[in-house]
């Protein structure tokens, strides 16, 4: 699969390979973080959450990797398919009682069949 | 279940017009927010509602910008006058309740020129 080790505006992906998408987020305080994507024309839509307390999660097809430490958070896609070309946004939650979403800058994933 | 709606879906106007946008959010839920997503960039918050009420809107540049949500349902964002720099996409969600998992609207283009 590819991998990106810093967070870079595009990914490029084969049809089928793994993606590994990168972010690396402010706010040593925030505790939940979410991972969107973003299709053109629309507006952002949920993949997948991790609280500060994990340090993985899984989902269909997605992984999400929190490293407190160095404050970075990564998406994993497996499997990639054409439908999986976006734009991935992390936010992270800096808000106390409610949610209060700080989004990064995006990557755009891009796969070639 | 019907999403967030939003129109216009595109808006062309010349600097110093007024201009004005409307978002119905999913029936039920209490919080709205208003984001605006310049091109390349993730969306910003301007301005989150709790029913008819402000509770953050301390992003939102209120010597040209102006929302409302006066019933707690519809709500209404306008830009008066107008910049070059507010050409953006403006973003309606909505969560059932402030720490809820946030539903985006596909969105507004505005183009400024």
Request: aromatic content about 10%; charged content about 20%; glycine content about 8%.
């Amino acid at each position: 699969g590819e991998s990106v080790g810093l967070h870079l505006p595009t990914l490029s992906v084969q049809e089928g390979d793994n993606s590994i998408i990168n972010c690396a987020y402010s706010n040593s305080a925030s505790d939940y973080f979410i991972w969107y994507k973003q299709e053109s024309g629309k507006g952002p839509q949920f993949i997948i959450d991790i609280r500060s307390n994990m340090d993985k999660r899984q989902g269909q097809r997605v992984t999400v990797l929190l490293n407190k430490t160095v404050k970075h958070l990564s998406l994993q896609i497996a499997a990639t398919q054409p439908g999986d070309s976006a734009v991935y946004f992390c936010a992270e939650n800096q808000g106390s009682n409610d949610y209060k979403l700080s989004f990064g800058a995006g990557t755009t994933v891009t796969v070639r069949a | 279940e019907a999403g967030v709606a939003q129109s216009p879906r595109y808006k062309i106007i010349e600097k110093r017009q007024s201009v004005a946008f409307w978002c119905n959010p999913i029936s039920g839920h209490a919080t709205l927010y208003w984001y605006q997503q310049i091109l390349g960039q993730g969306p910003k918050l301007l301005i989150q509602f709790q029913n008819n009420g402000v509770v953050d809107d301390s992003q939102l540049p209120k010597d040209r910008f102006s929302a409302e949500r006066l019933k707690g349902v519809d709500s209404t964002l306008k830009i008066q006058p107008a910049k070059l720099e507010d050409s953006a996409v403006y973003l309606c969600a909505s969560s059932l309740d402030r720490s809820d998992e946030q539903f985006f609207g596909p969105g507004t283009r505005l183009t400024v020129l």
